[in-house]
């Protein structure tokens, strides 16, 4: 099965940016759709964006025009450029088939606070 592995996240002042990357097992070129997700504090795990094999994304209307999702199936990765953060963007974020599997990786803590 398929493992993916989170990294990039960190403490950014609201207002920053940061890049989460997610490398995979494996190829992913056969996935159709790959999405990230993110769990705060005390809070379910929500789907933030995916994107399509061909390219097609969506996103939670939080994120929706602060974040950008994008694929590379040469190099089993996914990546979640992450603009304009708020203190309410702070969770572990997880990368994932949409939609998701059974399992989930170890995800990357974002922290966002002055």
């Known amino acids: 099965q398929v493992q993916f592995v989170e990294s990039g996240g960190g403490l950014v002042q609201p207002g920053g940016s940061l890049r989460l990357s997610c490398a995979a097992s494996r190829s992913i070129f056969s996935i159709v759709a790959m999405g990230w997700y993110r769990q705060a504090p005390g809070k379910q795990r929500e789907w933030v964006a995916h994107?399509?094999?061909?390219?097609?994304?969506n996103y939670a209307d939080s994120v929706k025009g602060r974040f950008t999702i994008s694929r590379d199936n040469a190099k089993n990765t996914v990546y979640l450029q992450m603009n304009s953060l708020k203190p309410e963007d702070t969770a572990f974020y997880y990368c994932n088939r949409y939609p998701e599997l059974g399992y989930w990786g170890q995800g990357t803590q974002v922290t966002v606070s002055s």
């Open positions: 994107i399509t094999n061909s390219g097609s994304t």
